[in-house]
């Protein structure tokens, strides 16, 4: 196993002005063998890989202690990696620059990303394409578009994530809280998804997963494919919406969104009560869930299945 020691990083810069700190913000990037590592600095520079940090086909990585501030687009980026453990960073730009994502997950397995904190312009951490066992704990969020599954399936492609757990985090005065956003007539799916343990203050869309995301200044076409939804659990998410509409789930009409899981949810609106708006959503809810789930109730659903849904995500969070 070779370890690189690089306190020198240029990007990484500490906030507060003492040695001390400084001293502490080292990078310490565990590489094993048969690994390769790349790191593209482009600070200052107009390529089309806007990334500070991008780390690609890398395994075994270990990241700690990283500030990154005001990258030119996103902060840092883990493409095709495999075992990374990215701890104690905290990455940094003003809530108006345009798509400055804290922490984009892509085409990668097995990533832990905890105890760190992003305030930007676009999501904190967005988890794409091909991914799967991801792990999302203790984060503090905001501002920025909060902790996204996806986008997915744009131009029609194919995308299969699964195994994502966000266990704690605190969102604040973001456009979303957790959200999965796929465009229409892509394929694949995104099952096995939990979140877990969330505090929201002041956020637009708390809960949402859009199967109708249109980033484009053209208005989308429907189309009759789409990323299938399955599984997901929302478990444990308090504090406050900053719109009405606290829960959102607007899914395809040829893929309806199935086996959503709703558990201990109370989200308060300062103008009022509080609203959900589901459209093709089934699933189930369990105790409090403010407001009022909207799910239909699912079909076939056997509460005593211990290898499915909701038995094993249920236990899971237990554990
Ligand atoms: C996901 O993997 C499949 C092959 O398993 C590939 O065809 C597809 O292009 C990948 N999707 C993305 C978005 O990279
Ligand atoms: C709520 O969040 C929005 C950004 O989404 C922000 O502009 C606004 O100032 C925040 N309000 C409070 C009371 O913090
Ligand atoms: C697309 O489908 C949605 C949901 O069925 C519908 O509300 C919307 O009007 C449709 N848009 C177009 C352009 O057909
Ligand atoms: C679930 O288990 C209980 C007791 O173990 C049993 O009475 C019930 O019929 C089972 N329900 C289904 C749908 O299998």
Not at 97 to 105: K, M
Request: hydrophobic share 35%; glycine share 6%; net charge positive.
């Amino acid at each position: 196993m070779a370890w690189v020691r690089s306190g020198g990083l240029n990007l990484a810069r500490s906030t507060k002005q003492n040695h001390a700190n400084m001293r502490q913000r080292s990078v310490v990037f565990c590489i094993q063998c048969f690994t390769t590592a790349i790191l593209v600095f482009f600070l200052h520079c107009k390529c089309a890989m806007m990334q500070a940090i991008t780390f690609h086909r890398t395994k075994h990585l270990i990241i700690q202690e990283l500030t990154l501030m005001n990258s030119q687009q996103m902060h840092m980026s883990f493409t095709n990696c495999f075992h990374v453990k990215a701890s104690r960073m905290k990455l940094v730009a003003p809530p108006y620059s345009p798509n400055t994502d804290g922490i984009h997950i892509s085409a990668s397995t097995s990533v832990v990303i905890q105890d760190s904190t992003i305030e930007t312009g676009d999501d904190c951490i967005s988890v794409v394409s091909n991914s799967s066992n991801v792990r999302i704990r203790n984060i503090a969020c905001g501002p920025g578009h909060g902790i996204s599954i996806g986008s997915l399936g744009k131009s029609r492609s194919l995308s299969q994530v699964h195994d994502v757990r966000v266990d704690g985090a605190f969102i604040s005065n973001t456009e979303n809280g957790v959200r999965i956003k796929t465009w229409q007539g892509g394929c694949g799916f995104v099952s096995n998804i939990v979140f877990h343990n969330i505090f929201m203050r002041n956020v637009s869309n708390p809960i949402i997963i859009d199967q109708y995301y249109c980033d484009s200044p053209h208005q989308c076409a429907n189309q009759t494919s789409a990323v299938k939804v399955e599984d997901v659990s929302f478990i444990g998410i308090k504090g406050t919406s900053a719109t009405e509409n606290a829960i959102k789930f607007a899914c395809s009409d040829s893929f309806p969104c199935e086996r959503i899981f709703l558990e201990d949810i109370c989200l308060a609106f300062s103008g009022g009560e509080p609203t959900s708006y589901c459209w093709k959503a089934s699933g189930l809810s369990f105790g409090l869930v403010h407001p009022p789930s909207c799910l239909s109730s699912s079909e076939h659903l056997n509460l005593n299945k211990t290898n499915g849904f909701p038995a094993s995500q249920y236990a899971a969070v237990r554990i």
